[in-house]
């Protein structure tokens, strides 16, 4: 039992640490504007995010074999013998080293993404407002453009 609960493990700080690396993927091709390639690798992140949960309720099914009323590996460590004690806590570290660094690269991913949805959106929202007519009667009421500009007039008077 403590060889597939070390094996679980294993997969889990392989799986993170791909995790983390798609992660910066994703950050260089938001850096580039690459929203298919982002889209990709996205889709990527979210099936490996659902392997390592599926990976995390097997390693539940393990604790629970191992001793019926526990819920976490860290209720069980202590009735593992020191050296594959040693070896779980320090794949266990491993593991929380990784994920921290992805919840880092996840923010900075997520900050990343909404600056650009907000300059799309500023930018979309400028060209509107150009395009659209200033004046509200552009066509005057015999269907001709209207000429914003009024005709030149001579001025005469005196200065």
Known sequence: MIKLIQANLDRQSKAVLLLSMLLQEEFSLLMNKDPHGVTGVELVIQELMRQISAERMSMRSFVQKFDPSAQRLGQILSAIE??????????LSKIDELEQKCGVQATKNHQLAQALLEQSSSMLDFLHREITPKEKNVYSARGRYTNPKPQ????????
């Open 82 to 91: 020191d050296g594959q004690r040693a070896e779980i806590e320090k794949l």
């Open 152 to 159: 030149a007039s001579l001025i005469n008077g005196r200065l």
